[in-house]
């Protein structure tokens, strides 16, 4: 089964505009943690947050910001204001047990001016 | 400051003749892993290195081999590439134990294309 889900393939929006890229995640266990990495064109992952699994409060920096919902399964990434640098490919990723990454397929965003 | 380097960013190979992708990092970190990442794919984890303690992934072809000599570096060896071995390699690197924990900080990996 699936462990991470991220079903927007790509979206594409205008510079400035607001965008929400979705992650959905299935676990059985109780301490586990979630990630986001960006990928830009150039293929380097790019680390950009880490969260816990007792650790629900939203995150903030700069546009960046993360909704976590342990109730609904979902670590949601929100770009404010977007940006044509912000054009990558986003991973979210999974954590648990002694296991190291799963990744979900990826949202490729893409920012035109 | 790069500070999980790979050389080289792309690299060519003929069928069947091995290849060896290279990482280097200056975090002083404990684990280094592979992963293959083919195009518009998640990437995919070959192995990693507890210190000098190899993991391997059930998955990972025998045609692929990793050597990390010492803390700084970790090779990937691809013994007998076939055209299905095309994709980017990305090396990173965690300064735990490789558990959940861990934060894994990825280089900017090598493209590899098979002829």
Redo the contacts between chains.
Sequence with gaps: AQKVTQAQTEISVVEKEDVTLDCVYETRDT???L?W?KQPP??????LI?R?SFDEQNEISGRYSWNFQKSTSSFNFTITASQVVDSAVY?CAL???????T????TMLLVSP | DAMVIQNPRYQVTQFGKPVTLSCSQTLNHNVM?WYQQKS????K?LF?YYDKDFNNEADTPDNFQSRRPNTSFCFLDIRSPGLGDAA?Y?C?TSGGD????????????T?LTVL
Excluded: C, I, W
């Design positions: 301490t586990y943690y990630f990495y150039s293929g380097e992952l790019v680390f880490r816990n991973f954590s648990e047990g002694y296991s190291t990454l990744f979900g397929k990826g | 892993y518009s794919q998640a990437p984890l990693h980017m990305l990173a490789g558990g959940p924990t861990d934060t894994q900080y990825f280089g900017p990996g493209r």
